[in-house]
């Protein structure tokens, strides 16, 4: 069983189908969604983010496995590309200023000035591509605990050249932890993500210079309540450490609401996301279909 803290995510699943492929605890899980996001990052133009994910797993006992992958819609300066746990910011004034003068002229300077001149693109495309796995410790050694023990890798498949990712792959691991006390239930989680390096040309000799992205840690907790008509509600807390010097840490705030469809299995969620730094989104929000299949509850 899987820690119920979808709506911290940045993406959730909008349509999910589910099977059972045995009565041994194998089933297939598939997803899609929407996702957007809009924020200034602590720079001097808003990144707009339009994300529909399709993600697969494949749970086998006390482990799952999956695929994801998504579609990406980007609107902003660049500084901004999206992540595997979270947009990144990376081309900030600082590295500007070192590696690219040509653009520490556009953004930064009039920023100085408090006169921006907003140099803005739009570019689509297919995301990165995420593989992860999940181990479920048995509920006979965690007792009324629920602990999960994650790790994922992000490959590359993003264009860089759009600024649809970084062109370098990621790793994270997590360890989730929930518990419900009737008809509360209290998740807390943490982690470490480990962020490749991107390169950008240097506006004046033509070579490619590497930006240091920081590695760090990623953390959230959050509480749902669940009412006796089948309606949830949520609120959540995620943290996400500072990708480079000039940048703050990521703090937002998550609060979700699910409603049963009928009694088909079928549920519609919704949520939003406010951003509590400098760096942190504006705001987010996307909206799900769940649905559960011969007794078996996909989230």
């Known amino acids: 069983m899987h820690i119920l803290s979808a709506f911290g995510a940045a993406v959730v699943g909008a349509c999910l189908l589910a099977a059972n492929a045995s009565a041994a605890g194998v089933s297939l899980r598939l997803s899609s969604g929407i996702d957007f996001s809009k924020g200034d990052y602590g720079s001097a133009t808003d990144t707009e983010i339009l994300t529909v994910p399709l993600r697969a797993a494949l749970s086998v006992g006390d482990f799952e496995f999956s695929l994801a992958s998504s579609y990406l819609d980007v609107t902003g300066s ?95 691991f997590s360890l989730d932890i929930s518990r419900g006390f009737g008809p509360w239930t209290v998740y807390a989680g943490g982690g470490y993500r480990i962020l ?35 309606m949830n509600v949520s609120l959540g807390y995620d943290y996400l450490a500072r990708s480079i010097t000039a940048a703050t840490a990521t703090r937002e705030a998550v609060l979700g609401l699910s409603l049963p469809l009928g009694d088909g299995g079928w549920r519609w969620s919704g949520y939003g996301v406010a951003g509590l730094s400098r760096s942190s989104v504006g705001f987010a929000g996307g909206f799900a279909l769940f649905c559960c299949f011969g007794g078996l509850w996909v989230s």
């Open 78 to 172: 660049g500084n901004v590309i999206p992540g595997g746990a979270g947009p990144i910011v990376t081309q900030r004034c600082e590295q500007l200023r070192r590696a690219r003068p040509d653009l520490f002229d556009r953004f930064c300077r009039d920023r100085l000035s408090r006169d921006p001149v907003e140099e803005r693109f739009s570019n689509s495309g297919i995301g990165d591509t995420i593989l992860g796995a999940l181990w479920s410790l048995p509920q006979a050694t965690t007792g009324e605990w629920l602990v999960d023990l994650g790790a994922r890798v992000k490959l590359p498949t993003a264009s860089e050249a759009k600024s649809l990712g970084t062109g370098k792959a990621d790793y994270s």
């Open 196 to 230: 490749g390096d991107p390169e950008i040309e240097n506006g004046t000799t033509g070579a490619a210079e590497r930006i240091e992205l920081k590695n760090g840690a990623t953390a959230n907790a959050g509480v749902i309540y669940s009412f006796a008509s089948g």
